[in-house]
Nanobody, 121 residues
Framework: QVRLVESGGGSVQRGGSLRLSCAAS????????MGWSRQAPGKQRELVAA???????NYADSVKGRFTISRDNAKNTVYLQMNSLKPEDTAVYYC???????????????WGQGTQVTVSS
């Protein structure tokens, strides 16, 4: 079983910054891609940013230039640095990890419990 624990959410004013962290723990062989998604009230969950094990990144157009995703493979942790936050960034942010188990075969997609980010105007 793999567990993802997010931290770093909170409330900030427009233009502020927050840094989210997500640490994976459990019994697995390795982690492939990791990512952050968000879901605002009444809206579908959307991918915010993703990063491969090799460090290649991908961002939603709405956050390009403001958010930066990074990871520490030794710590099995992914980060999301969020700058110049806007009220429309308000959502529950979830991390996920594509995990390769110790037994060769299928890969698994695990999700964290989510952390609230609120940006006031």
């Amino acid at each position: 079983q793999v567990r993802l624990v997010e931290s770093g959410g909170g409330s900030v004013q427009r233009g502020g910054s927050l840094r989210l962290s997500c640490a994976a723990s459990g019994n697995f062989f390795s982690i492939d891609a990791m990512g952050w998604s968000r879901q605002a009230p009444g809206k579908q969950r959307e991918l915010v940013a993703a990063i491969t094990s090799g460090g290649r990144t991908n961002y939603a157009d709405s956050v390009k230039g403001r958010f930066t995703i990074s990871r520490d493979n030794a710590k099995n942790t992914v980060y999301l640095q969020m700058n110049s936050l806007k009220p429309e960034d308000t959502a529950v942010y979830y991390c996920n990890a594509i995990v390769l188990p110790t037994t060769p075969g299928r890969v698994y997609d695990y999700w964290g419990q989510g952390t609230q980010v609120t940006v006031s105007s």
